[in-house]
């Protein structure tokens, strides 16, 4: 198992690539020779990439290329997937997440989720974000209702629901929705948040609400978010990795890569020219 | 194709659709009509002052002195009857030739007339059917026929069967002192038996005696809800359990779960006298459950003949649940089992419901599954607990029985038809909570 010392440096396929100035940035995830199959399929191919702690990551790529499948390899959403197996190495804080120590329901606490659609459960606001607590073992409604109000606003919802906090959930508006999921997943206090293109079913308002919460979550979570919308990752994210056909390009501060990107892959796909 | 091929057979099979919705529509009236119009026959009907007294005598309902006061009047306009009965009788045992012509007559007349108006004054009968007259006026009406007209039949024409003959007894007795008796009581038996509009409401609560002629059906009722009980407490469990394990956990392609699917499918498709006979020989006769039929063999018997229906309904409900509730309670830290009970349950429950409200209709209507393991035409009256290892009266065994094994089925048919019509009933309310209960839950889960 790779055990993680000091400053870790961000890696790009090639290692003649120029070190970029990441050079204090904490590796929070790291991947080492990575791979994730469904069966004989190899959607995600050997991908060493360190996700740093605190920092906003994005992962970009065409369709089909195993962003989703990266970002559930983290939380081990692909589990549920009948035939899907890894290899190589994928460390949480240093320690192997498919290793056989590892409690799943504690990783994915450790670990939230948000989706590409807002999925609420069909219970009232308060209930959905109190779901993860409860889970996990916070019974008395007061130290409820006080984690309730805490991810809202940090979800930056409060405002909208502290008065319709026992309505159903299903009732609220998309982008509404999508923040009570960021809430949901707040609530029971991960260190790393991945979202899977989590604007792409709103509209331009409310994916202007999520951006600012994604930029005022960083520092307190790591964020790794995959998204289509170059623009988005370019205004949210320190880090941006491109994946093309499974395997990662290239993964560097998100400047170097829209300025300065080094493989000329990476340069076609942000300027549009395939995809 | 041609466009207008095409709009032909658009056409055609519009019209055959519609054919079908039609023909589905036709026969529900036809099967509904008679059996709601004759059912509330048990209910609604032009009661005599006998049912009046029955109800006070066997169940102690309605005011006392006022059903006294009737009986005494009806008594006063009988009593005419009674005193020409009682003539006619002196007359033929005066004279040998009187006698020797109307003696079977007489008796003829009289057995009429205590069937119409009860027991002539004086006699007390064992059976509680021959000691109150009629209760139902449409009843007296065919009574009164018998006492009006003899009844012969006639075998002259030997290619054909024999011909039913009425002759008045008017003429019959014609010249006797009896003859203006079958002019005063059809004139006069509104009198005798003061028929009034009824709502026997009570029909629904009121027991019976042992061979139905008076009272209602909640013994009968009373069993059917305990065997639908107990059947829907031990299949529903077991029923969804089944399903989540098979929605949930089992995974596709395995051996056994590909055995479990085909034993669920062949005991959907087992004829219910089949497992009738299953459960006499299993619960009964090797497990012992009871002494012989008992609620509890029956309900077994019949959880094991919904099962299939209950676990296809609730695996279809879970299967329906939305992936993304899954994994967002997953995402979350759930464990599988906590995801299951708190998300995807709740999230099936209008369609395990309704699953539980059908299969719940089809237990309280089968009749197969429950003439060896549970029902019986005489019972005790019993409690939910009490009566597990009783053997117990139910909706659709009383209705067959009644109408195979009863003496006088004529006499009960509007006994029949109102078992009918309740069981038709019950299944028709069960229905309707299952749809008012269903859509109230899903308007909660879509908010
Ligand atoms: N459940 C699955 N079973 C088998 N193969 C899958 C499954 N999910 C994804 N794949 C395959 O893995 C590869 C990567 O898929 P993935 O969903 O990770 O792509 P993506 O980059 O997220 O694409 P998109 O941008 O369209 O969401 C694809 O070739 C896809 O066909
Ligand atoms: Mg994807």
Redesign the interface.
């Known amino acids: 198992m790779a055990v993680m010392t000091g400053n870790i440096t961000i890696q790009s396929c090639k290692p003649t690539d120029p070190q970029p100035s990441t050079a204090d940035w904490k590796a929070h995830v790291r991947a080492e020779d990575f791979s994730v199959f469904y069966h004989r399929n190899e959607a995600v191919k050997k991908v060493t990439l360190d996700i740093p702690v605190g920092q906003v990551t994005a992962i970009i790529g065409p369709s089909g290329c195993g962003k989703s499948t990266l970002l559930r390899a983290i939380?081990r959403?692909n589990d549920?997937i009948?035939g899907c197996h890894t290899t190589g190495l994928l460390a949480l804080d240093g320690v192997d997440i498919y290793g056989p120590q590892i409690d799943v329901?504690?990783l994915?606490?450790k670990v939230?989720?948000v989706?590409q659609?807002p999925?609420?459960?069909?219970?009232t606001v308060f209930d959905n974000v109190a779901?993860?607590p409860r889970?996990?073992g916070v019974r008395r409604r007061a130290h409820l209702a006080e984690i309730v109000e805490r991810s809202c606003r940090q979800a930056a919802l409060w405002e909208e629901v502290k008065d319709r906090l026992h309505?159903?959930?299903?009732?609220l508006s998309g982008g509404q929705q999508q923040r009570l999921?960021i809430a949901?997943?707040l609530a029971?206090e991960p260190e790393l948040l991945l979202m899977d293109e989590p604007t792409s079913a709103l509209d331009p308002i409310a994916t202007d609400r999520i951006e600012s919460l994604i930029a005022e979550l960083r520092g307190r979570y790591t964020i790794a978010i995959v998204t289509h919308n170059m623009q988005q990752a370019a205004r949210v994210s320190n880090l941006t990795a491109f994946m093309y056909m499974g395997e990662l390009v290239e993964a560097a501060v998100t400047d170097r890569i829209f300025t300065n990107p080094q493989q000329r892959l990476t340069q076609e796909y942000i300027t549009g020219r395939f995809g | 194709m041609q466009l207008a091929s095409r709009k032909l057979i658009d056409r055609s099979f519009t019209g055959l659709s519609v054919f079908s919705i039609v023909l589905v529509a036709g026969a529900l009236v036809i099967i509904l009509t008679p059996i709601v119009g004759r059912g509330m026959g048990a209910v609604f009907f032009r009661g005599t002052v006998e049912h009046r007294q029955v109800q006070l005598d066997l169940f102690g309902h309605g005011r006392g002195e006022d059903i006294a006061a009737e009986v005494a009047a009806a008594e006063e306009a009988r009593r005419q009857v009674y005193v020409l009965i009682a003539e006619f009788e002196q007359e033929l045992a005066d004279s040998i030739r009187a006698r020797r012509q109307y003696a079977e007559a007489m008796e003829e007349v009289k057995a009429g007339l205590r069937e119409l108006l009860g027991p002539f004054p004086g006699e007390t009968p064992v059976l509680y059917r021959e000691r109150y007259g009629q209760t139902r006026w449409d009843r007296a009406q065919i009574k009164l026929q018998r006492v009006l007209y003899a009844e012969t039949y006639d075998y002259s024409d030997p290619t054909q069967m024999g011909q039913k003959v009425l002759t008045p007894r008017v003429e019959e007795f014609a010249g006797t002192s009896l003859e203006p008796l079958f002019t005063i009581l059809p004139a006069r038996l509104e009198e005798m038996l003061r028929p009034r509009p009824t709502f026997y409401w009570r029909f629904f609560t009121n027991t019976a005696t042992a061979d139905y002629s008076f009272g209602g059906i909640w013994p009968d009722i009373l069993g059917t809800f305990y065997l639908t009980f107990w059947t829907i407490l031990f299949a529903v469990p077991m029923g969804i359990i089944s399903a989540i394990y098979l929605v949930e956990y089992a995974?596709e392609g395995n051996r056994i779960v590909v055995l479990v699917r085909t034993c669920i499918n062949t005991l959907a498709g087992v004829p219910s006298i089949v497992f009738g006979l299953f459960g006499l020989a299993f619960f009964i006769n090797t497990l012992r459950v009871s002494e012989g039929r008992s609620v509890l063999a029956g309900s077994l018997t019949l959880a094991l003949l919904i099962l299939p229906l209950v676990i296809r309904s609730a695996e279809e409900a879970i299967r329906a649940v939305?992936h993304?509730?899954?994994?967002?309670?997953?995402?979350?830290?759930?464990?599988q089992w906590?995801t299951i009970v708190?998300?995807i349950l709740?999230?099936a429950l209008p369609g395990v419901l309704t699953g539980v409200v059908i299969s719940m209709g089809r237990a309280a209507g089968e009749t197969a599954p429950i003439i060896f393991t549970a029902a019986v035409s005489v019972a005790r009256p019993m409690g939910l607990w009490s009566g597990l290892s009783e053997p117990t009266h139910a909706l659709p065994w009383s209705v067959y029985t009644l109408c195979t094994e009863h003496k006088t089925v004529d006499e009960i048919r509007h006994v029949q038809y109102g078992m009918v019509f309740t069981l038709v009933l019950m299944v028709l309310l069960l229905n309707s909570v299952a749809i008012l209960l269903r859509a109230r839950i899903s308007r909660?889960?879509?908010?």
Do not use: D
């Open positions: 939380n959403m549920l009948p329901t504690a994915r606490r939230g989720m989706f659609k999925n609420p459960f069909p219970k779901y993860g889970i996990h309505e159903n959930a299903l009732g999921c949901r997943a029971v | 995974r939305p993304t509730y899954k994994e967002a309670s997953l995402s979350l830290g759930a464990g906590r708190r998300v709740p999230a909660k889960l879509r908010g």
